[in-house]
């Protein structure tokens, strides 16, 4: 019976959608640093905790107020609450279950559930026994205050910070992987503590009763000289206990010294590390952002222009110098080789990444990187640059949108500016908005005031708007003159008058931006609710 | 037709070759050994060998007398600044255009008396934030205006005795009538300036303002030809 109830409930976890929407919410909510959430929820749990403490204080004079020993009684109901919830989610108790479950059958043997029981217990216990775990259970002794001892356990109230403060973490994290070395220095130190505190009891404890008194006395000497703090509350007299102060003072600074190099090389290991994480926490506040594969000249103008039209953006370049320059200017910089599959999933190339810019000098580079960026991304936005005019094919086989060849771009600026350096320097202004006009798209969606009807009862004249043409890939405008072919549609300038504009159509116009922006508008307020939706 | 120096043999200087209209120039290669002579040859370019430090070398190319345009696009900004100054000592009228490497030496190139300066590497830039801001209009243009079809953008300047003297911009109706978008005037008497035709004020047309179009050549072409009509009349 018992039995069969147990498979129910496991059965059930490993089905209920409910149960796993709840189980990801709360994980969400304390375990996944990349969530929102458990950001909101660390820092109200770092109040909480600061706000206790204090109050803790105040009791130390004054009785603890009901507003005092109510909030006191909650944020305990919070913790023990929090402590029950990261065991629930240390691991599945269902998927041990489970797997037992499906070996018994595989054999044809009866289910051992006292093997079963041990495991999950042990599980339990393994995460019960983990540092944060054992903080968490401290943090919650010291409001049982009938048990005058556990008040001293505040202090775990104050470590159970490393939980919610990531810095810290990431200072714990920092010191444990130089575990070995501190280590070392810690039963040097014992070491020379324990000859400290021997030399100095047998010299001082006959001559000089008074100060050194016991072998705790001594201890407590001996740690006082070595760390370099020197109360002065007990000195010694006989020549022995100075030659041991004096070879306790020296080698006291020989191992403040290490541990202080112990700590800087492993932050300095880390360094490139933490500022990499530091740049992903930034990117991950970002709506959208462009890659930048390369800061070189180009690289540079593009980083120039996006920063100039307030959007945000991330290069990634192996070249050391390339790097520091960017990070000069202030820009995210990782400092990697873009080709490799974890830089571009790390910069964000599957989630908020909406283009890539592969801008390096070296083609070969460049194909590599498209084809990395669309093999991990089939539909972002590739644009490359491709230094001789035979590689652009290969960029476009690689996965690239648009390629870009700088001296031929470069010639078509020259020959436009010999022959019509007005009418040329008019045009660019209007795509780059330098000009008061600008050059916009506007989409014909389905029901809009302007679906169906023709140029001429738009009246663009009265919009003070100049419509230029319409892109379109409806086959009933074909029988129009002036179309050119783009990709997969048609471009048709100057539409004549009777020209009916039909859903999906692009007008292309130009115009005021407060004119342009005027009509967009209303051609929103005109769709029906659910297509604006 | 115009005739054009080339000073510097790369990428560059064959990539503009190969956009200007073969008909209505003519070029003069200026490379600076047998090797590159051989190359541009090839490609049936009159070649010179000359040493552009020369200023009677730079005469007898033809700067100073019968050359309309100079492009300098030699790989170092100090040779494009050198030429530069040689050349616009020899000629005040003269179009200059250079190519620049490092973007400290634009200025000096302007100093130095160049019309126009090319940086490559900024242009791309550029042009690759326009492709990144604004995909369907670079698209569009890239693919019409500055790409293989047959739609251009064109500068046409009113000339003496036109028809469309006195005309405003209102008026002109070129939509209809010739197939082509007028984008905005450059009123030569006021302030040399591009004003769109969009703008509340009405333009009234002056000889020598340039209307600037956008439609098909042919139609460009024929617009062009209606005005010069007008004169022999």
Redesign the interface.
């Given at each position: 019976m018992l039995t069969q109830l147990v498979f129910a409930l496991v059965t059930f976890q490993q089905h209920s959608s409910t149960y796993k929407k709840t189980k990801r919410f709360f994980y969400h909510l304390l375990e996944n640093s990349e969530s929102r959430l458990k950001s909101r929820f660390d820092k109200a749990m770092i109040m909480s905790v600061l706000f206790s403490v204090f109050l803790f204080i105040d009791e130390v004079d004054t009785p603890a107020s009901n507003f005092e020993k109510m909030f006191e009684h909650l944020l305990i109901a919070l913790f023990i609450l929090e402590y029950l919830l990261r065991a629930w989610l240390y691991n599945d108790v269902h998927h041990i279950i489970l797997t037992h479950h499906a070996k018994s059958l595989y054999l044809n043997r009866p289910m051992q559930w006292g093997k079963v029981a041990k495991i999950i217990i042990a599980k339990k216990v393994e995460y019960m026994l983990t540092p944060l775990a054992i903080i968490d259970l401290l943090a919650i002794l010291p409001s049982f205050r009938s048990l005058t001892l556990f008040r001293a356990l505040l202090i775990f109230r104050l470590f159970k910070l490393f939980r919610y403060f990531k810095s810290l973490r990431l200072f714990a994290e920092i010191i444990e992987t130089k575990r070995f070395e501190l280590y070392t220095l810690t039963v040097f130190l014992g070491f020379l503590i324990f000859i400290g505190t021997v030399g100095i009891y047998l010299f001082e404890h006959a001559a000089n009763g008074q100060e050194v008194r016991n072998l705790f006395d001594a201890v407590y000497w001996s740690i006082v000289t070595v760390t370099s703090v020197g109360y002065g509350d007990i000195a010694p007299q006989t020549t022995g206990g100075r030659l041991v102060a004096i070879g306790l003072i020296l080698t006291g600074f020989g191992v403040l010294s290490f541990l202080i190099s112990i700590i800087v090389s492993a932050v300095n290991d880390r360094m490139h590390e933490l500022r990499e994480s530091s740049i992903y926490a930034e990117l991950k506040r970002y709506k959208s952002f462009?890659i930048i594969c390369g800061f070189?000249?180009?690289?540079?103008?593009?980083a120039?222009?996006?920063e100039k039209?307030n959007?945000h953006f991330i290069i990634i370049d192996n070249n050391k110098i390339n790097a520091i320059n960017a990070r000069r200017l202030g820009y995210l910089v990782i400092h990697a080789d873009a080709s490799k599959n974890e830089v571009l999933i790390n910069a964000g190339i599957k989630q908020k990444a909406s283009?890539v810019?592969c801008?390096t000098g070296d083609d070969v580079v460049n194909v590599y990187i498209t084809l990395t960026s669309r093999y991990l991304n089939s539909s972002i936005?590739i644009?490359s640059?491709a230094n001789?005019?035979q590689n652009v094919k290969k960029l476009y086989q690689a996965g690239a949108d648009?390629v870009?060849?700088?001296?031929?771009?470069?010639?078509?600026?020259?020959?436009?500016?010999?022959?019509?350096?007005?009418?040329?320097?008019?045009?660019l202004g209007v795509?780059?908005e330098e000009?008061?006009?600008i050059?916009?798209?506007l989409p014909v969606c389905s029901g809009s005031m302007i679906d169906g009807i023709t140029i001429a009862e738009l009246d663009f004249e009265r919009r003070?708007?100049?419509l230029?043409?319409v892109?379109s890939a409806n086959p009933t405008h074909r029988k129009h003159k002036?179309s050119?072919?783009?990709?997969n549609q048609h471009?048709y300038?100057?539409p004549p008058p009777f020209f009916v504009l039909r859903t999906g159509d692009?007008l292309?116009v130009?115009?005021?931006e407060i004119?342009i922006a005027y009509f967009r508008e209303q051609l929103k307020n005109s769709r029906p609710k659910e297509s604006k939706r | 037709m115009k005739r054009i120096a080339v000073f510097g043999y790369?990428?560059?200087s064959l990539?503009?070759i190969?956009?200007?209209?073969e008909e209505?120039?003519s070029y003069v290669f200026i490379v600076k050994n047998e090797t590159e002579a051989l190359l541009v040859a090839e490609q049936g370019f009159d070649t010179r060998i000359i040493d552009f430090r020369n200023d009677e070398a730079i005469k007898s190319v033809g700067i100073g007398e019968n050359i309309d345009?100079l492009?300098c696009f030699y790989p170092t900004d100090s040779d494009n600044v050198f030429l530069t100054i040689s050349a616009r000592s020899l000629d005040n009228e003269l179009?200059i255009?250079a190519?620049v490497d490092d973007p400290e030496s634009a200025e000096k190139l302007l100093a130095a008396g160049a019309n126009?300066i090319?940086?490559?590497?900024?242009?791309?830039?550029?042009?690759?934030?326009?492709?990144?801001?604004?995909?369907?209009?670079?698209?569009?243009?890239d693919?019409?205006?500055?790409g293989r079809?047959d739609?251009h953008?064109?500068?046409i300047e009113i000339p003496k005795n036109s028809s469309l003297e006195q005309t405003k911009t209102s008026a002109l109706l070129l939509?209809g009538t010739y197939?082509?978008?007028l984008?905005?005037v450059?009123d030569k008497v006021s302030d040399d300036n591009?004003h769109?035709?969009?703008d509340?004020k009405e333009h009234t047309l002056n000889i020598g303002d340039?209307l600037?179009?956008?439609?098909?050549a042919s139609d460009i072409k024929a617009f062009k030809e209606e005005i010069e009509a007008v004169i022999c009349i």
């Open positions: 462009v070189g000249r180009v690289g540079q103008h593009i120039k222009q996006l039209h959007q283009a810019l801008t936005r644009i640059r001789h005019p648009n870009i060849q700088p001296f031929e771009i470069a010639a078509l600026v020259v020959a436009q500016y010999i022959g019509k350096p007005v009418a040329f320097e008019a045009i795509i780059r000009k008061q006009f050059m916009e798209t003070k708007l100049m230029v043409g892109v002036n050119y072919a783009l990709k471009f300038f100057n692009l292309v130009l115009g005021r004119g | 790369s990428i560059m990539e503009v190969k956009q200007l209209n209505q120039y345009i492009f179009t255009i190519i126009k090319i940086d490559p590497y900024e242009i791309c830039g550029r042009k690759t934030h326009d492709m990144l801001a604004k995909p369907d209009i670079t698209d569009i243009l693919n019409t205006v500055f079809h739609l953008i064109a500068q939509e197939n082509l978008i984008i905005g450059v591009l769109f035709v969009m509340e340039v600037v179009v956008l439609g098909p």
